[in-house]
């Protein structure tokens, strides 16, 4: 409750001051080329016999949630949670789906069931084997409200129930068909958790996780760190990964390190091997320490995009949000923030999700101009102050933030104040933690900024198809009829082609009708010493640690 108010003169001071660090920087190094990609590839890499054993230390950013899949939300969770679970499919990176925990499947003609074949030779941690019963328990606790499973509640649509056909064999039954349904299935949110030890620690199973996983829980110390153990009998690993048997660690030491300069140094000084969320500042300098390797991966779903709400005024009026488009410059944001190591963002979509529509990049510029004449044509007009004034009131703009300055999303809320400002509206940033009471609740924002991790284009349905009044309502608040009917058809449409086009036009029309301001696509970022070797990343930019040992 209660969100921190930021100071505009503050804000405005130390974004000064940032902003001259900022310019220093660049005109010290160049900057490296927007979206490129240093990711673990095992090709470039000399290939050394892995060593078994060892402690991997990894700096997490933010501390996750909660360990049980279906209750958490977060990336830097599922950083944990792959390590623990498994899924019944692995996404590869060219996008191809294949067996895990299942063997093969069939989908029925009507795309309304699939037939799972399911490994025979599987144990969850606790010693209770896995089986259809499993793969039943876990999709439908998914679905029981008393899980409050949000967001792999939304990932796990159609699903409506699920047949134990024999032992090792399962049904999934859909509500309707869907494109998206099987690659879902691979994700970390829909891991297939342990009935046993589910319904014995309830509530408490995300403190106390028990997967099929290559490694184990170990334990949680609370804002400090999380441990895990190797599985001595793990032998079931997915195609992705080249070990398929137990992992070559010993175990792996999540450390929670929010402080960005404590984190990456903390790497340089070896106190623990490698850290995520590399700053842009530092990512240059590190790629030149020879004691370090960078791996950089473009995670792909929904980028950072800014949600502008249809239900408050004046941004119901296409006029108003259109201003905001063009007064906000997003190239100079993220070129200031991110120095060319973050790719700017032009869709609803990432580049690396099917049916992306690159002939929208470079299509908005910034116009302040454009951006006053439509304000003016709304009637709001510059008061002796510079804000705009109607009907006695003043045109602000209420921005809320959800985070402590992660990805320094607090800094563009900054700066687009500044940039507002010209046009004559004021932006009053509220930074909170209670974004489910601020945003999801009373919907008591102008703009909200969000970003999703997934590997589909139905990722969109949940964000942009008119929400259902029982339902939680969607971010932007559309409305549109025609963007419904696309969503709808992209979810089943079983040619390829004609899908891409649907989610083109759903692009488009959301750009068009100035829905969003898109800013960035988010490349995950790791550094390492250059001991740790074989680490890997999912097609959603999470690592996988099945490969990971220490050179000696």
Known sequence: MGGLKVNRSIGWIKFSAFSLAIVLALTGCSSSKSGSSDASNPKQEVKQTAVVGGELTYALATSPDSLDPHRSGLAVAVRVLRTIYDSLV?????????????????????????????????????????????VKYSYDRILDPATKAANSGALIKPYKSAEVIDEFTVKINLETPSRAFLGNLSQALLGIVSPTAAKKYGDQFGKNPVGSGPYSFVKWEENASIQVKRSPDYNWAPEIVENKGKAYLDQITFSIVPEEATRIGSVQSKQVLAGETVPPQNVVSLKSDSNVQVHQVNTNGLPYTLFINQRKAPWGELKARQALQAAIDVDAIVKTLYLGTYPRAWSPLSPGVFGYDASLENGIKPDISKANKLLDELGWVKGADGIREKEGKKLTLHYVDGSPNREKRNDIAVIIQQQLKQVGIVVEVEITKDTANVVYTKGAYDIYGNSQVNSDPNALYSFYHTSDPKARPSLPGLADPQVDKWLEQGAIEPDDKKRAELYKQVQKSIIDNAVIIPIYVFPYTVAASKTVKGLKFDSLGYPLFNDTFIQK
């Open 90 to 134: 692995v996404q590869l990176p060219d996008g191809s789906i294949k067996p895990w925990l299942a063997t093969e499947w069939t989908v029925a003609p009507d795309g309304l069931s699939y037939i799972f074949k399911l490994r025979n030779d599987v144990k969850f941690q606790d010693g209770t084997p896995f089986n259809a019963e499993a």
